[in-house]
């Protein structure tokens, strides 16, 4: 067995055992790839609920999926984490991580997160390899999330009683290369997901029935 060794910030030492079964034995007995689709756009854009909509076509089509969620992952993985840009960043990182051992399983991992920051988006993306990570920008202008505001999170942010809240209060940096840029002011939500099915399919993840 081959042990890559790591070394901590804490002098510590650890090592990572690799597994008798690849990432590429349970893509082929799966029949498709593995990766990271890594929605992100402001509150109210649309995230979890095309997330959603693509893990249920997914499922219903034999494919191994699951979505992680920014206010699930908050209840328990991340129950230690507030808003600042600190936190923010941490947020994404174990995000990152958790979905890496996903996509090591086999699984097609739906992660939607604002993640604000462009930053720590680039930096889940190079845990990946090429052609695992996708990065889609869930684009719909601020006034409409508002209009939307499900949560009544931006009206609290308005009246300040939500600190740093993206859009309102803290930024939202763009991405600059993401690989779908989706309009969900102007696309339906089976559109949203069309696109992303397409994009699945053109880059060989998948094979629809």
Partial sequence: MSLKKVELMSDKHIYWHKGNITKADRNQ???????????????????STVANKVDELLFENGIHAYVLDGDN???GLNNNLGFSPQDRKENIRRIGEVAKLFVDAGIIVMAAFI?????????????????????????????ICEQRDP??????ARQGVIKNYTGISAPYEEPLHPELIIDTDKYSV???VRVILDCLIKNDIIRLR
């Fill in 151 to 156: 949560k009544g999170n931006y009206k609290k």
């Fill in 73 to 75: 992952i908050r209840h």
């Fill in 115 to 143: 993640s604000p920051y462009r930053e720590d988006r680039d930096a889940v993306r190079e845990i990946f390899t090429n052609g695992e990570f996708f990065e889609i920008y869930l684009k719909c202008p601020v006034e």
């Fill in 190 to 192: 089976d559109d949203s």
């Fill in 29 to 47: 007995m799966n029949e498709h790839r593995s990766c990271l689709l890594w929605l992100t756009g402001l509150s109210a854009a649309g995230k």
